[in-house]
């Protein structure tokens, strides 16, 4: 069983930035995609960006390119969100998916079959 546990959200103002991790447990972490997702209250499950399980390709929703970086460490079997230049539209629930079908996915949330609770980032105008 894969397990994913995120950490390192908070409040933050406006122009600020966070880091977010998110720990996978499983043996064959390294040979997944791995990807974030974001809701706000009242809105739908939003892709946010995806990795491939070499690190070696990325891809951002167009909101957050330039400010957000996704990277993975696999001999720590984590993954990370680096959040830059924060705005309030970035208020939502933050949650790391795996696709462990994949070594390289996309934007589509079925493509990920194991996903984290959750960690709420909060940023104030």
């Known amino acids: 069983q894969v397990q994913l546990v995120e950490s390192g959200g908070g409040l933050v103002q406006a122009g600020g930035s966070l880091r977010l991790s998110c720990a996978v447990s499983?043996?064959?972490?390294?040979?997944?995609?791995m990807g974030w997702f974001r809701q706000a209250p009242g809105k739908e499950r939003e892709f946010v960006a995806t990795?491939?399980?070499?690190?070696?390709?990325?891809y951002y929703t167009d909101s957050v390119k330039g400010r957000f970086t996704i990277s993975r460490d696999n001999a720590k079997n984590t993954v990370y969100l680096q959040m830059n230049s924060l705005k309030p539209e970035d208020t939502a629930i933050y949650f790391c998916?795996?696709?462990?079908?994949?070594?390289?996915?996309?934007?589509?949330?079925?493509?990920?079959?194991?996903w984290g609770q959750g960690t709420q980032v909060t940023v104030s105008s």
């Open positions: 990795i491939s399980w070499s690190g070696g390709s990325t």
């Open positions: 499983g043996r064959t972490f390294s040979s997944y995609a």
């Open positions: 998916a795996a696709a462990s079908r994949f070594r390289v996915a996309g934007l589509d949330p079925k493509a990920y079959d194991y």
